[in-house]
């Protein structure tokens, strides 16, 4: 699922800004009042170019900040073909399965890639509209692919996803948190992103370090 990156969100720029996500409410908004929320994912999937490389760790720890688990990823994107390598400590490349959690850590190949952003079932959740994230007031739309379900809150004001739920039958699974965001160029999006199970004792942190 949420996939961040949940890192793959952004523009293949040089990075100009770092700043936490209040921040972001002095940014002009990106949409209108009466955008609808194919165009809202529209927006989100232009921050995902064809043609980029993405380099960061990822931390899983418990609660009281004690280390599981540490690794350091590579995602290069290519003609909207997506190869993610991971290494451990050492540096040596580590095999995982696309399919379920990666190695140890509380992340899936969808948090990487955000391969949900390309789903057709697109509309608004009623019940969560206008919801806040970290703050913020956001379009909350959900998305669709048979028995899979996820949701989205979209930072109306910059267009950046600041959160994202995975459902099964209507219930949250897996929660995504942007606790930081960077600025791309033009564009605001994630650059910490912490992922897991509501209430578990343990979470994965995505960190971004660069993009070319």
């Given at each position: 699922m949420i996939t961040l990156i949940a890192t793959l969100f952004f523009a293949?720029?040089?990075?100009?800004?770092d700043s936490s996500?209040?921040?972001?409410?002095?940014?002009?908004?990106?949409?209108?009042?009466?955008?609808?929320?194919?165009?809202?994912?529209?927006?989100?999937?232009?921050?995902?170019?064809?043609?980029?490389?993405?380099?960061?760790?990822i931390n899983r720890r418990s609660r009281r900040g004690t280390q599981i688990a540490a690794y350091r990823y590579n995602l290069k994107r290519e003609k909207g073909k997506t190869d993610l390598s991971i290494f451990d400590k050492e540096g040596k490349s580590v095999e995982f399965k696309k399919e379920g959690r990666l190695l140890d850590t509380d992340i899936t190949w969808s948090d990487l890639t955000l391969d949900y952003l390309w789903?057709?079932?697109?509309?608004?959740?009623?019940?969560?509209?206008?919801?806040?994230?970290?703050?913020?007031?956001?379009?909350?739309?959900?998305l669709k692919?048979?028995?899979?379900?996820?949701?989205?809150?979209?930072?109306?004001?910059?267009?950046?996803?600041?959160?994202?739920h995975e459902l099964v039958k209507g219930e949250v699974k897996r929660e995504l948190?942007?606790?930081?965001?960077?600025?791309f160029g033009d564009r605001w999006a994630p650059k910490n992103i912490e992922v897991g199970p509501p209430g578990a004792k343990y979470r994965t942190k995505i960190v971004v370090e660069d993009v070319k």
């Open positions: 293949a720029t040089n990075p100009v800004q996500v209040m921040d972001a409410l002095t940014e002009k908004p990106v949409f209108t009042e009466n955008a609808t929320a194919a165009e809202m994912i529209a927006a989100c999937r232009a921050m995902v170019p064809e043609d980029v490389e993405i380099r960061g760790h789903w057709n079932d697109i509309s608004f959740d009623a019940e969560k509209e206008s919801e806040t994230a970290q703050g913020i007031i956001c379009r909350v739309v959900l692919n048979g028995e899979r379900t996820v949701r989205v809150w979209i930072d109306k004001r910059t267009g950046a996803m600041l959160q994202a948190f942007c606790t930081s965001l960077k600025k």
